[in-house]
Each structure stands twice: as C-alpha cells, then as structure tokens.
C-alpha cells in the first residue's frame, strides 16, 4: 500500500538535544511538507520542499532544519534552538503542479522535550 | 497573506441532527479548497474538495460548496453519526510559483452523542 510513514510515533528527548524525525513517503510524491500542531493552533508549516536537494522555509522554522537527499524522504531536526519544540509533527506529501494542492499525510510523531 | 477562518468548537450534536460547520478564506488568485478530518492520535484524512468555483465536493454524506461570492466552504451533512466525531479543518492551497501554498484553519471540534 501507498502511503508516508513517520517514525517513531511517541518521542522523548532532554532539553539541549537535537532529535531527527523521520519522514517517508511511497507515493512518488515530488513535494513534502512538515507542519507543527499544537492544542488549538491547528496546522503550522515550518518546511517544504518541491523538489530533491531543494527546500523552502514556511511559517515557523526558526529552531528547526530539513534536508531532501531522496525523493522519498525528508526528514526534520529539531535542534536545541527551538525554544518550545514539545508538540505533535505531521509530515504530508503532494503531487506538485497538479491535483490543486490535495495533501497526504502521515501519523504524526509526538515530541516531548522536558 | 492568505488565511482561513472557520467556526469555534467544540460543536456538540446529537445523533441524526444536521451539521454545519462554517469556513471562510482569504487569498489571492483562485485557490483550491479543502476538508480534512483528524481522529484523535492520527493525521489528517482528504474528507473532500473543490477546485473551482462553484464546484460541489461530495464524500461520505459530506458536502461543501465553493462559493467566491462569499469566499466560503462550509461543511454540511444531513445526519451525524457518532463514529464523525473528530476535529474537521478547512484549507485552501494556492498555486505560486509552480508550487502550492497551503493554508490551515484552526480546526472545529466535533462530538456527537449518541
């Protein structure tokens, strides 16, 4: 089955650590998205990528950073700079340039920084 | 910058009542509009669509309607089940530069008792 997986699905860390999520996707998808959702707040983008080796910062992306090596993946740290990193991180995935923008996404990890 | 609006949750309904949820957008140009849904601890599910004026999305006994007159999308369906119960979000996502650029509202609680 097609489809983005993120792993893992519960993660916790010390303040002052980097941590890495991950982010797959088997749907030949050309642009990958990560988003920030905290109570209330609905969805927040902080990075998107079109394109392999190519990437776009969105709303929030101070404290965070992506890379695009692979079609397939686009995995997001969240550094130490972030100053409020707990919360819950959906990855997405569309077809660029058709469709009107429909997006897919995973299942989200939930980061718990203390 | 664009934007979406939609109604305060949370909406509490009882089985078989009609639903509205109202959502409203700003944006340049003509954006495509969507409905996602979110069951609690998952991401975000495609509910339904409209890519043009005047188009109807359909999915589910769930309708919207793409009015540019009003810039509006609201959700309906006839009569909720309690398996609808979930947070609903309304999005547009705008065509820029070969990219899409997208917009979530904040999200509308929905429970429905039985």
């Known amino acids: 089955d097609g489809g983005i997986t993120q792993s893992p699905k519960y993660l916790f860390r010390k303040e002052g650590q980097n941590v890495t999520l991950s982010c797959e996707q088997n749907?030949?998808?050309?642009?990958m998205y990560w988003y920030r959702q905290d109570p209330g707040q609905g969805l927040r983008l902080i990075y998107y990528?079109?394109?392999?080796?190519?990437?776009q910062k969105g709303d929030i992306a101070e404290g965070y950073s992506v890379s695009r090596e692979k079609k397939e993946s686009f995995p997001l740290t969240v550094t130490s700079a972030q100053k409020n990193p707990t919360a819950f991180y959906l990855c997405a995935s569309s077809i660029a340039r058709q469709g009107g923008g429909e997006q897919y996404f995973g299942p989200g990890t939930r980061l718990t920084v203390t | 910058g664009d934007s979406v609006t939609q109604m305060e949750g949370p909406v509490t309904l009882s089985e078989e009542a009609f639903l509205t949820i109202n959502c409203t957008y700003t944006a340049t140009g003509y954006p495509s509009l969507f409905w996602y849904v979110q069951y609690p601890g998952e991401g975000l599910q495609l509910l339904l669509k409209?890519?043009?004026?005047?188009d109807k999305g359909s999915n589910k006994g769930f309708e919207a309607t793409y009015r540019k007159e009003t810039t509006s999308f609201h959700l309906e369906k006839g009569s909720v089940q309690v398996s609808d119960s979930a947070v609903y979000f309304c999005?547009?996502?705008?065509?820029?530069?070969?990219?899409?650029?997208?917009?979530f509202g904040r999200g509308t609680s929905l429970i429905v008792h039985p």
């Open positions: 999005a547009l996502s705008r065509a820029s530069g070969g990219s899409y650029i997208p917009t």
């Open positions: 749907l030949n998808h050309d642009a």
């Open positions: 990528s079109q394109i392999v080796n190519d990437f």
């Open positions: 409209a890519t043009k004026a005047d």
